[in-house]
């Protein structure tokens, strides 16, 4: 796989090492078997994978590049590069403006932006209509579009489907900008329509029964469906695509339904069968966390833009058995007593009192979505070990670990 030139303040010595070994040890990637790491009064576990993934160590690389390659230039971002505001913030201090915010909120009016100025697509992709808009003002975007292949691979199976007359159900958050996208490049080839889970697939399987009237649908998935979109004839065939960010099982068991419901009605040849479109750093991660389940912990730390919907995958998966902190960095940590922790169902962030065990041996789990850098993973890691007294050597210990 190719290897992406990322600044220097991203990378970390001691996570790139660990990193690094367990590569060594497992290089077709079998083994999802997590690290424990013994520190004596503290035991930290890690998944096997964890951290940037292939699109977001490429945006990185290209977003620098258009730095570093113009100059005196104004530089624009459609909107945040990836969801971690470290990534985000150290760009703007380089001189990149962003367009709009992630819900798509006008930062810059289209009408202010010329053909001098350089415009990068950020991993998550931009719909048609920005692309076309951009083309219009005679700005060129295939030099800075750092678009995930991932999320083009999402594009490229939603038109296949869609020219063969299927309808798109995307799962995804409708306000996502990867979701937006691949909204609007489905939309291009046939009917779309998106829900954001089980709960909101088994609404819409009332329309595809024929339940439910045309005025209550229009109104129920309003801002969720493509123009023209008529339920009593667009729900007949079927497939299933979803952002690549979501969680596998529940993309699958939303793909497993509508396959069953649909044919039920309409025949075998109802349904087209996608397969999962996540990408592979989303699988990889989720089935690393998942294998973390078997292992007993105390709680777990995930680490990561509080608008990541990958990392906030990781915590829900972790959630199922044990108390989970979603941070962005360790500054977070205030104290062995308090640490600030953000809840994304509730979009709010929260002060949890006495969230380390007292006990003679705490083991915790220490996680990471794909856009957050290895450095800020090494701070969190530093900063629990220092909470506890006596705690082993951080680089020795990891020496001894990877030296196996």
Not at 302 to 315: E, F, R
Request: with cysteine; aromatic share 8%; net charge negative.
């Amino acid at each position: 796989m190719k290897k992406f030139e990322i600044p220097e303040q991203y990378k970390s010595t001691i996570i790139g090492s660990l990193k690094a070994w367990r590569k060594s040890k497992d290089p077709r990637k079998q083994d999802f078997e997590p690290t424990t790491i013994d520190f004596g009064p503290v035991s930290l576990i890690l998944p096997r994978h964890f951290g940037f993934c292939y699109g977001v160590e490429n945006a990185i690389e290209i977003s620098y590049k258009a730095i570093s390659e113009n100059p005196g230039k104004r530089i624009l971002l459609l909107s945040q590069m990836i969801h971690n505001p470290a990534v985000n913030e150290d760009l703007e201090r380089r001189g990149i403006q962003f367009i709009m915010d992630t819900e798509g909120h006008q930062f810059i009016p289209w009408d202010a932006i010329t053909s001098d100025d350089i415009v990068v697509i950020p991993a998550f992709g931009t719909t048609v209509e920005i692309e076309q808009l951009l083309a219009s003002k005679g700005i060129e975007t295939k030099k800075y579009n750092t678009t995930c292949p991932f999320v083009e691979k999402v594009w490229k199976r939603s038109a296949e489907i869609g020219v063969k007359g299927f309808t798109n159900i995307i799962h995804g958050k409708h306000k996502h900008e990867e979701t937006r996208a691949t909204f609007s490049h489905s939309a291009q080839n046939s009917p779309s329509i998106i829900v954001r889970d089980m709960k909101e697939a088994e609404q819409l399987a009332k329309y595809l029964r024929g339940e439910g009237n045309a005025s209550d649908f229009y109104q129920e998935f309003k801002g969720k469906y493509s123009e023209g979109f008529d339920p009593t004839s667009d729900l007949k065939h079927v497939g299933v695509v979803n952002q690549t960010t979501m969680l596998a099982t529940e993309t699958q068991e939303i793909a497993d339904f509508f396959k069953q419901e649909v044919q039920k009605l309409h025949g075998e040849n109802s349904f087209a069968d996608t397969r999962d479109t996540l990408c592979y750093a989303t699988n990889d991660n989720q089935d690393s966390t998942l294998a973390v389940l078997d292992k007993e912990a105390d709680l777990a730390l995930v680490i990561g833009g509080y608008n990541s919907s990958n990392t906030s995958q990781l915590a829900t998966i972790l959630s199922q058995k044990m108390p989970v902190y979603f941070i962005k960095d360790a500054s977070e940590i205030l104290s062995e007593k308090h640490i600030n922790h953000f809840v994304y169902a509730d979009q709010k962030l929260y002060t949890q009192e006495n969230w380390l065990p007292s006990k003679e041996k705490v083991s915790i789990v220490v996680t990471s979505g794909a856009s957050c850098p290895d450095t800020i993973v090494e701070e969190v890691l530093r900063t629990v070990l220092n909470l506890f007294p006596g705690v082993q050597n951080i680089e020795n210990v990891l020496q001894e670990v990877t030296s196996k």
